[in-house]
């Protein structure tokens, strides 16, 4: 039986460096050192930091494919009293990481989860793209598949937050192809790569001007990358609303005559109006 005096452990949550290891934190470095163990995504790579630092502290693997069991064996060692952090491969755990499970097994048995903040690839990305920072959306990483892909895009298509996405090497040119299909050619984004490491690059141009550069070089093509895109300018988006008038007087007139009285209704561009009708017939 288990004893219900013994107070239960602390689980951290801890931010690592996408790139340049002197990006840790003081504090990070000292709960890595302190905690009874660190529970990393890939041992090896994290030994490395670990190394740096010279943290002895011992380590376990958990990720993906061992989520699930090894969430139980930590909980049980939180619950006897023992202190865990958790890492990722990089950055801020959870954020396109492993993480999740065990953070809200810990809280469903009222085990304290304290972050320590620091990296996140997204974030960082962010305060250097020059876009929009007040409102953003994170997607994490897109669809593998080009049909699933093509649809998540279409979903976030009258977005007007700025978008953030995730991408890998050998993803990253049809992911842009893809953005550029839906979004459009002109739409403003940023390409980050290899954020924090030697050849840390970001372009900032439309999708084609950042589709071009990259085409251009092989090299930018390489590491890995965060695609931010601009959202929709509210002047350009067309919403529930105004499609549902269009729908009602496409029934009953031409699409041009019916986008012109819709036009005039809501106030919104003819043109814009026009387009999004022909858009949600061929859907």
């Not at 050998?170 to 842009?176: A, G, N, Q």
């Not at 007139?253 to 109006?273: E, F, R």
């Amino acid at each position: 039986m288990a004893d219900s005096s013994r107070k239960a452990g602390r689980l951290f949550v801890v931010a690592t460096p996408i790139g340049n290891l002197a990006d840790i934190t003081y504090r990070a470095v000292e709960i890595l050192t302190t905690v009874d163990l660190i529970a990393a995504e890939d041992t090896r790579h994290s030994r490395k930091l670990l190394q740096k630092y010279t943290i002895s502290t011992p380590l376990t693997a958990y990720h993906e494919h061992n989520e699930r069991e090894q969430t139980k064996k930590l909980i049980n060692l939180l619950i006897e009293g023992k202190e865990v952090a958790l890492v990722s491969d990089a950055g801020t755990p959870l954020v396109s990481d492993p993480g999740y499970r065990l953070v809200c097994a810990a809280h469903e048995r009222n085990i304290t989860v304290t972050p320590i903040p620091g990296c996140c690839a997204a974030i960082a990305a962010l305060s250097a793209a020059g876009l929009a920072s007040d409102r953003f959306v994170f997607e994490g990483f897109l669809p593998h598949k080009k049909a699933a892909r093509l649809n998540r895009l279409k979903q976030l298509q009258q977005e007007s937050r700025t978008l953030i996405f995730y991408e890998s090497a050998h993803r990253i040119e049809d992911s842009l192809n893809d953005a550029i299909a839906v979004f459009g050619r002109d739409r403003v984004s940023t390409l980050a790569r290899e954020l924090t490491k030697q050849h840390e690059t970001l372009l900032r141009g439309t999708l084609d001007q950042i589709k071009q550069s990259l085409a251009a070089d092989d090299n930018r093509r390489k590491g890995e990358f965060v695609l931010l895109v601009q959202g929709m300018e509210p002047n350009k988006r067309v919403n529930a609303e105004t499609l549902r008038i269009l729908g009602l007087l496409t029934a009953v007139l031409p699409p041009k005559q019916a986008a012109d009285v819709t036009s005039k209704i809501t106030g919104q561009p003819k043109n814009l109006i026009y387009q999004k009708g022909l858009e949600h017939k061929n859907k």
